[in-house]
């Protein structure tokens, strides 16, 4: 070898590297499921990843329930009316053949979960119980107090290590290993040790959630759902769609935030649960303002409108001095509220207010996206060995979610990617030297290069901007002159990210820096979704195009353009199922005063 082989040589990065058959990034329930799927059918090379300790993601955080078609206490309803609810809620932009794939499953995956050990909420028959929530024909929403997910999760991890399914805790994906027709594994870094890895694999499971933390009001936690996984697949090479419907949900905390006890509490979720035990909203003059918006569903209406009703009373005025509403359950017994929302109650108790003889601060804060990946039935993308589950993938959920649905797609499309891999699975494949010389060691380097770097803007300055805009610009209510406005500061804000001040790659500001990298393509998708979207819809709603168009009836899809930016187009969505439609026909619909 001579010296410029040699310089040539010590210049190729170094990296750890790791060879499975199947790969999945993200260890909350989508994650999970996929892999005792495949464990069950046989494949035992498979490694789950985690930007966290191995049972600390955001599933933990769903609180409210998990729907399925039971009947335990409404045994007249079916999965047909939970697809046509589901398709009701999301304005008729949902995929109608996912929407089946996940309410005709539900039923059987509740019972599985019981079997596995998931500590539900019983009737005194011991059955099941189920309530109340937004926008549903029935009572259909299985839960576990107010602890829904976090139960759930430690059921599925559970199960997970009884099978002894591999997992790495603290590993962040910062790239997938694509062609853009094929998929060959993935890179990031080890959260502790800051080494580099290369993950060699066929088969890449995204279930990474979705990309509501773009807001600066939300529910999850900064360092999650921050577009991870729509934007690896993006980057991929796979298309996403339906990115401006994002779910602003209607009661999120509000809080003096120049308290320090609570600010930290600012936008966190009180549980659709606590409205669906009979909660009542009121504004600052003491009216039951959901009397006027919804007279029929009052506070279980879809959440676009609560929310919309919501910010309309502190617009006008009739908000509290924290920018919210107020949420009263202090006419259920004390006792009814510690077993049906124990932790919502130990929160607020812990905060110094009783719920069951106060009334606490409500405001909408940022949930949940609707959009995400564009998968086939199976949950994989256009790019072969790439899948997307969860709330990383679109199609489900449409313009609206129905609450109780997120984590009842998890787990059905973890089974239906499980299923679909398993047969497939041949040996983990080997990348090509050609894609380790051009995708994955420049990679290492551009993230070798960021680490440590002494740039002019702060990390988490940027990173709050970027929620500042979206907020401000592609929040509950939306129009063209803000929408233009949001797109060209977020080019201001592309700029300044390239010039950051980031830490080792060990450090918090480094991962900050990552998740900036994730933010910025996602945000951008969202507001040129809702700037393209000249309707009103579900929960894109647009002041200067207040209807909703029966021409708008379409999906928007975006993906990368082959010379750079991003390129968009329509496609019609698909009809129901006859059975479905039958469903949709009867007009079911919650009658809310059974509640009184």
């Not at 009737?123 to 107010?146: H, P």
């Not at 990348?431 to 002494?454: Q, Y």
């Amino acid at each position: 070898m001579d010296s410029s082989e040699t310089s040539a040589a010590e210049k190729r990065p170094t990296y750890d590297r790791v060879d499975v058959s199947v790969l999945v990034v993200g260890a909350g329930a989508a994650g999970a499921r996929t892999a005792i799927e495949l464990a069950e059918r046989g494949v035992d090379d498979v490694l789950v990843l985690g930007k966290r300790s191995h049972g600390d993601a955001h599933t933990t955080w769903a609180r409210g329930g998990i729907n399925g078609a039971l009947g335990t206490r409404d045994p007249e309803d079916s999965w047909e009316i939970h697809a046509a609810d589901t398709l009701n809620e999301g304005h008729f932009i949902n995929d109608p053949e996912k929407v089946e794939t996940v309410t005709k499953q539900m039923p059987a995956r509740l019972r599985e979960l019981d079997e596995w050990g998931m500590d539900f909420s019983r009737t005194e028959d011991g059955d099941i119980d189920q309530r109340y929530f937004g926008a549903q024909s029935f009572r259909r929403t299985a839960f576990a107090g107010d602890h829904t997910g976090e139960s759930m999760l430690r059921t599925l991890v559970d199960r997970a290590q009884d099978l002894e399914i591999p997992y790495r805790e603290n590993v962040m994906i910062t790239k997938l290993l694509s062609d853009g027709d094929q998929t060959y594994g993935a890179v990031g870094f080890d959260m502790d040790s800051g080494d580099p890895i290369l993950f060699n694999t066929d088969t890449v499971v995204l279930a990474a959630g979705g990309y509501a933390a773009l807001y600066n009001r939300h529910t999850s936690r900064d360092d999650e759902n921050n577009g991870d996984g729509p934007a690896l697949a993006y980057d991929a090479g796979a298309e996403l769609m339906d990115m401006e419907f994002v779910q602003f949900h209607p009661t999120g905390m509000a809080v003096d935030e120049s308290d320090p006890e609570w600010e930290p509490w600012s936008g966190r979720l009180v549980t659709e649960a606590v409205r669906g035990e009979g909660g009542r909203l009121y504004n600052a003059d003491g009216e039951r303002f959901m009397e006027r918006y919804s007279p029929d569903q009052m506070e279980l209406d879809a959440r676009d409108v609560v929310a919309r009703a919501i910010a309309k009373e502190v617009a006008e005025g009739r908000g509290t001095d924290n920018g919210g509403v107020y949420l009263d359950l202090s006419h259920r017994d004390r006792s009814f509220i510690r077993e049906r929302l124990p932790r919502m109650y130990e929160r607020f108790q812990d905060l110094g207010v009783d719920m069951a003889t106060e009334a606490v601060e409500v405001a909408p804060t940022s949930h949940y996206g609707m959009g995400g990946v564009v998968v086939d039935d199976y949950g994989e993308t256009r790019v072969d060995g790439l899948f997307a589950i969860g709330e990383t993938m679109a199609g489900v959920h449409g313009a609206n979610r129905l609450g109780g649905n997120s984590l009842a797609e998890t787990v059905a499309y973890g089974v239906v990617a499980g299923e679909r891999i398993a047969p497939r699975v041949d040996g983990p494949g080997d990348v090509p030297e050609t894609v380790v010389e051009s995708v994955a060691e420049p990679h290492f380097t551009d993230l070798t290069a960021m680490a440590d770097h002494d740039g002019d803007h702060d990390v988490t300055e940027v990173f709050g901007e970027i929620q500042n805009l979206m907020w401000e610009h592609a929040g509950i209510l939306r129009d063209e002159e803000s929408l233009q406005t949001g797109l060209d500061r977020l080019g201001d804000l592309r700029e300044q990210a390239s010039d950051m001040n980031v830490g080792s790659m060990t450090s918090e500001s480094f991962e900050f820096a990552v998740d900036v990298g994730f933010m910025l393509p996602i945000a951008e998708a969202v507001l040129r979704g809702a700037l393209q979207r000249t309707e009103s819809r579900g929960a894109h709603y647009r002041r200067d195009h207040t209807k909703k168009d029966t021409d708008w009836q379409q999906n928007i899809y975006v993906e990368r353009a082959d010379v750079g930016g991003m390129t968009s187009h329509t496609e019609p969505v698909a009809s129901p199922s006859p059975a479905v439609q039958d469903a949709l026909d009867e007009g079911h619909e919650l009658d809310y005063h059974q509640l009184e």
